[in-house]
């Protein structure tokens, strides 16, 4: 039998060029793309509720009689609708209508409509439902099943969709959709055929389970989740494979430098760290490029660890790029790596976006002649401007914050030769183990799951800022004792200057009510050599108390910080919470973290603070991030489009990420099924594949 993905949209009716162009958008180009255009939803047309049973945001039919009809002026002029069945009320409201319209929808008609519920001028109001009017005695049906709903695109109605499905049903008949998932692991599993499933899900039967359709575990829908989680994880597989059928320069360890750098410093490494370590020396040594992530808790000491692994490359004459996602936070690691190397007589470079005119000439110099044989910055580094000598080393912190597309830019950083650089990713936030082995299967990955000895817990207290001045007697408190405090201010915009400007007007409102402590200000919109005079300030216990945006996240360490007040935390979200709390708790006295919130609380905010007050583990704060948000948003990945999946949710499907696992490496060889299946899935969204 043939299969569908020969056959093209063209091949329906009503679908000419201009359609299929439209099409073309949503990835679709033949009949088979189509069919795997498969419903994120069903609508419930199969019985008509009663209007008192509504809630905001529910989907349904509804029928009753018109009781009121009128053109309101408002804001926009409206139509107004009103509707009442046995059990109630309900407004529909049309911004759009015509006389026509109007007149068909007076006093006395039966309507029956369909449409979302949501919180209007008139209580709860449908606005443009799908409306027909009731007319004689005769029952109208209702729908025998469940109706999909496609995703759209500009250019394409959900109407228009639905016809194109159910035509391209049809031809499922002749033809057929081929079934990649081998015949032993249907059985395994019961999967269905995969034609059933298809049409199955474009079509529900009668008789279909609708609970189980509406919140995606029914069976069909399952297997063919599993085959897209299956092709999401191929295509990082081969992405990994393809990096490493790259050479990378072989680094041997390098003994004397380590000692030189270890010698000085107050403490020994942990277990953890030691551990960690050795895994990336060993990695490195290989002409394999290295690919790791390396996940530990805020203060677990990730820093040192990376400088072991730079020296590495230093010791054979390479460089190594040390690249992080803010202007503060890679400045911190340039003030540690000076402090470290420089001794050392290693020589460093910088390189942010800010770096301009001879500075950056000079940096570009130095980093392409090889004499920096350190360097450290921001994204800048990633511009093609910038040329190494011979980079055999890319530490990236903060990953999440970067793009799979970002992380690759770097392969042609190489050095010449055909080489590619050993990556090291280092993250803060800790990722969950179920996000992790889909999101980062194409890396190895290390845990330092030890904090250094002597830290302390940080108790953390939901206060209302209602109780802001008990909040500031604390402050106030606590510095007289000598101690140190961070002020962190918050907004909901992602301007910046707006942040700023909150944190001015908060830092000038503290000095006035703090007359007796010293008050410095910090902010991202302050220039580099200001930011670091206040954050130096503060660190040699100059400033009792150090207000500032979210820019301190991360990076910043001052021992003698225990207490940090976080206005509005119902803003953040808890990995980043957990990144701000953890600026203390870093020296060896009790810590406090003061989130004060501004009243109400939704159920949903005082469940996420709660999680914070109750837990200090990074992972199962960010466990708690992915049930209570999502992936997209604990990953920071929205935009890079690396966790997009049509079916699948990772949360309510996670019971399949080790099966899919476990299953990947032995069907990886088989390159028809791989290309198949990611062509299937990913389609043209795997712009990375083709390197
Ligand atoms: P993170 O993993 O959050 O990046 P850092 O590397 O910034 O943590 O380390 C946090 C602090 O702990 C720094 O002051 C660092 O010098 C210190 N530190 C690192 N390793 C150890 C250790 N083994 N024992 C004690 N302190 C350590
Ligand atoms: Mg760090």
Redesign the pocket.
Known sequence: MATLDDVSVTALKGVGASLAGTLAKLGIVSVQDLLFHLPHRYQDRTRILPVASLRVGDQGVIEGEVTDSKVVMGRRRSLQVSLRDGSGLIALRFFHFNAAQKQQMSVGTRLRCFGEVRRGRAGLEIYHPEYKVVSGEALMPVDDMLTPVYPLTEGIQQNRIRSLCQQALSLLDRYEIKDWIPESVRQEYQFLNINDAIRFLHHPPVDANQHQLLDGSHPCQQRLIFEELLAHHFSLLRLRREMQSHKAIPLPPADDLESALLAPLP????DA?LHVSAEIKSDIQQMIPMLRLVQ?D???????VAAIAALQAVGSHCQVALMAPTEILAEQHWINFQQWLQPMGISMAWLSGKSKGKQRVEALERIASGEAQVVIGTHALFQPDVRFHKLALVIIDEQHRFGVHQRLALKDKGASGGFVPHQLIMT?TPIPRTLAMSAYADLDTSVIDEL??GRQPIETVVIADTRRDQVISRVREACLEGRQAYWVCTLVEESEALQCQAAEVAAAMLTEQLPDLKVGLVHGRMKANEKSAVMDAFKEGHLDLLVATTVIEV?V?V?NASLIIIENPERLGLAQLHQLR?RVG?GSTASYCVLMYHPPLSQNGKERLKVMRESNNGFVIAEKDLELRGPGEVLGTRQTGLMQFRLAELERDKQWLPEVKALAPSLMNNHVIVNALIERWLGNNVQYGAV
């Open positions: 403490f020994t490494l942990t760290q530990g805020v203060g677990s000491g990730k820093t040192i803060a250094p000895p990076g360490d021992p953890g870093r």
